[in-house]
């Protein structure tokens, strides 16, 4: 589940079409930081991070749940 975030993550952020340090500012992160997860170091973040990243850069609406055949990949 962690690495589906991730991908959506860095599909938004490269949608965003900012310099890192713009997004990086847009999320509420430092630069560094998201070039951690642009690079895609997934064991950098705990689920809790990845869960507020995504939260962040508007991933979650108010109708946002995952499908039991998500789980696990």
């Given at each position: 589940?962690?690495r589906?975030?991730?991908?959506a993550?860095?599909?938004?952020?490269?949608?965003?079409k900012?310099?890192?340090?713009?997004?990086?500012?847009?999320?509420?992160?430092?630069?560094?930081?998201?070039?951690?997860?642009?690079?895609?170091?997934?064991?950098?973040?705990?689920?809790?991070?990845?869960v507020?990243?995504?939260?962040?850069?508007?991933?979650?609406g108010?109708?946002?749940?995952?499908?039991?055949s998500?789980?696990?990949?």
């Amino acid at each position: 589940m962690k690495r589906l975030m991730f991908l959506a993550e860095t599909e938004q952020v490269r949608g965003w079409k900012l310099t890192q340090a713009e997004a990086a500012r847009r999320l509420e992160t430092t630069q560094p930081r998201l070039s951690d997860l642009m690079r895609g170091w997934v064991n950098s973040f705990s689920l809790d991070a990845s869960v507020s990243l995504a939260a962040r850069a508007g991933l979650f609406g108010a109708d946002c749940h995952f499908r039991s055949s998500m789980i696990g990949q």
